[in-house]
């Protein structure tokens, strides 16, 4: 990173990956930041699992969509002149994902037809954990392949686990693995060991008796098709693995002042460390951390004269003045200890609490302002 700061993340990343617990923003923060990188001049994507419905609403957004969705320049450049930024933003939907994976690995358009009106493959998303995890990664990597953005904004789902789309392919593939391929392979290649055939036999004597007559002999025939497809997928996963542990990414961990999301933060830091993946640091969100304007209802006593009820209208203010200026200092605080904890080039920076302003694209410009300025 040439500066600390935020401003020279979104100029410089290729990838931006936003971590964090539910409920603390990290879908409008990555939003607002994706709007800053687009306004000064990038071609941007924001990639989202399930943005609220105001998000979708202030952005533009349709309720479901194959394709991202462009920001009009209208709506990007409302306060000034067209710039040469783009800002794409797609909800991930992840059937759509999955049958253009099946598309670019299969061998042929036909074998990809079959394997995707397979009617076990209308149930793989069920068999398969972490099934939002992996076409985040599919995704990606996918809009990475084509080169189309200069920087593709992350956000991953709101779990404790959302770091596991970077093993969810894996998962794939173990549900799929050698032994499982060759288990519901024809029997002719099953090694011609006959335990191995007797332990072929069994199970599709159970599965048969499960879900019916022919059952095994489809399975056979959707993990052969499917199975074919298990080299691509690996491909994909040590590339993408590769890029986001490369200096063109960055992961940043959003969170909230209160204690359990922090709690999550420091999870989060620790399982980026371990993973030797590029933590860049904070951003502490809903936060009144910056906020230097507080009022001082003290100075309107010069003003109310012998008046008792007004005087007693200045010390309420008073009252709720001094909370709101401890909230401020605790948050600056919280601010200031985040920051020590950061590694050599990472930042923490401190969003306000924008509340009903988000319902409004204008709002998500004046806080992608904020985050980009720090």
Sequence with gaps: MSALNMHALLRDKRVLVLCGAGGVGKTTTAAALGVAAARAGRRVLV??????????????????????????????????????????VWMLVPGVVFERMIHRLAPSPEAARAIIEHRIYRFLSELVAG???????????GFLHDDAYELIVLDTPPSRHALDFLDAPGRLSRFLDERIVSLFGPEESARGARLWKGAQA??????????????????????????????????HTERLRARLASPEAAFLLV???????????????????????????YVLNRSWAQDDALAHPEA?????????????????????????????ESHRTLLARLTAQLPTGAIAVAAPDAGAELEEFSGLVRLGDALAVG
């Design 131 to 141: 099934v939002q995890e992996y076409a985040a990664t599919e995704a990606l990597d």
């Design 202 to 235: 069994m199970v599709g004597r159970v599965l048969d008796g499960v879900f019916g007559a022919g059952f095994t002999r489809e399975m056979r025939g959707f993990v052969g098709a499917f199975g074919g497809l298990l080299g691509g997928i690996r491909l």
């Design 47 to 88: 990639l989202t699992i399930d943005p609220a419905r105001r998000l979708a609403e202030a952005m533009g957004l349709p309720e479901s969509g194959t394709e991202p969705t462009t920001v009009t320049t209208e709506r990007l450049f409302a306060d000034g002149a067209p710039g040469p930024g783009r800002l794409d």
């Design 300 to 328: 309107l006593l010069e003003h109310v004269g012998d008046d008792v009820h007004a005087e007693h209208g200045v010390a309420a203010l008073s009252r709720l003045a001094a909370t709101e200026h401890a909230r401020a």
């Design 255 to 281: 969170t909230s002042p209160e204690s359990a999301a922090l709690r999550e933060a420091a999870f989060f830091r620790d399982t980026l460390v371990e993973r030797g993946l590029p933590f860049a640091g």
